[in-house]
Every structure is written in structure tokens, then in C-alpha cells.
């Protein structure tokens, strides 16, 4: 049995995520390779049992690495089980969880899958006041500020809404389905 974890990023959060993926599932007894969307070009997906994509999602859009390896390969992931995950501040907040799982993951599987993943994964986003990404990061950075003092947090530290039981539970999820084959 063997698993392709591959993830696009911009900041950070997805390969944390991609990593602790790929590490449950190693743990589990699967071999698993891990690639950045962003450096790929051309990738035999023949091996693999298992592929997950993932994303972090930035203005309401997956990176372009990990949209291109799902367009490139989509003939060939019809005959994998394959998992999607993402990563957005937008699934930080319980009132949006059910349009971030439409619209970044079952939107992007009816469009680049042939068939329906066998799982997803939603999970929340890494604030890092300190970090320096740009105007854009900025301007959102005030309104995160602002929702973090309005539920008495500390602006000045970061916050991680990642949950990390809830991602080794899908890693985990994720080895027994492959390993039943």
C-alpha cells in the first residue's frame, strides 16, 4: 500500500497539515511520499493506492499548484481513492463551515474528480500576528485582530485553529480504508 500526500501553500498552514498527514499515515504502516503542488511539474500517480490534495485557501481560492495536479491528473486519480483536504480562516467560525465544505471542497471535487472523494477534511487557519505576507495579509490581519479582542485573546500571539486530533483521526481514517483493500 502506498499514499501521495499533496499540498499547496502560501504561508505555511497546509504543509503542517500535509505533514502530520503523511505522518499518521506512515505511523500507520503505509508508505507515503509527500510533495509541495508547487514544485511538481509532471508526476506518475500509477503507484499510489491513495492520493490526498490539499490546499491552503487564500481569497477564496486553492492555490494553483494543487488545482493544477488535480486538472493534470484527472484521468488517472479516477481509479485512486483520493481524499481533499483545506486550510481557511473562514472555517474558524462554526456559521461558515457548511459554505467553506461547498464551495472549497465539494465545488473543486465535482469540477477536477471524475469520482467523489472518499473523504475530506476542513480545518481551520494559523494566525501569526508577526508574520510579514504582504498589503493583503494586512488588511485582513486588522479584521482577525479585531475578532480576537472581541473574544478576549491575546492579539499580540498566535492563534492556531488548526485541530490536530481532528486531522490524525482523517489520517487515521483514511489508512484503515486503504489497508481494507
Known amino acids: 500500500m502506498k499514499a501521495l500526500v499533496v499540498y499547496g501553500t502560501r504561508y505555511g498552514t497546509a504543509t503542517g497539515i500535509a505533514e502530520e498527514i ?11 511520499d509527500l510533495k509541495d503542488a ?87 487557519s494559523y494566525y501569526d500576528p508577526n508574520a510579514k505576507h504582504g498589503l493583503l495579509y494586512k488588511l485582513t490581519s486588522k479584521w482577525i485582530k479585531e475578532e480576537l479582542k472581541k473574544q478576549g485573546k491575546d492579539i499580540n500571539k498566535p492563534h492556531d485553529y488548526r485541530n490536530w486530533d481532528e486531522i490524525r483521526e482523517f489520517a487515521r481514517g483514511l489508512a484503515e480504508m486503504v489497508k481494507k483493500e
Open 22 to 32: 503523511s505522518q499518521v499515515l506512515i505511523d500507520e504502516g503505509i508508505e507515503t
Open 38 to 124: 508547487g514544485k511538481l511539474k509532471k508526476y506518475d500517480i500509477s503507484p499510489y493506492d491513495l492520493v490526498v490534495v490539499g490546499s491552503g485557501i487564500k481569497m477564496g481560492k486553492w492555490t494553483k499548484g494543487s488545482l493544477k495536479f488535480l486538472k493534470d491528473n484527472k484521468n488517472g486519480l479516477k481509479d485512486k481513492k483520493v481524499a481533499l483536504f483545506v486550510t481557511c480562516g473562514a472555517a474558524n467560525d462554526l456559521n461558515t463551515i457548511a459554505e467553506c465544505q461547498e464551495k472549497y471542497l465539494d465545488d473543486v471535487a465535482e469540477k477536477y474528480l471524475i469520482n467523489k472523494p472518499v473523504a475530506t477534511g476542513l480545518y481551520g
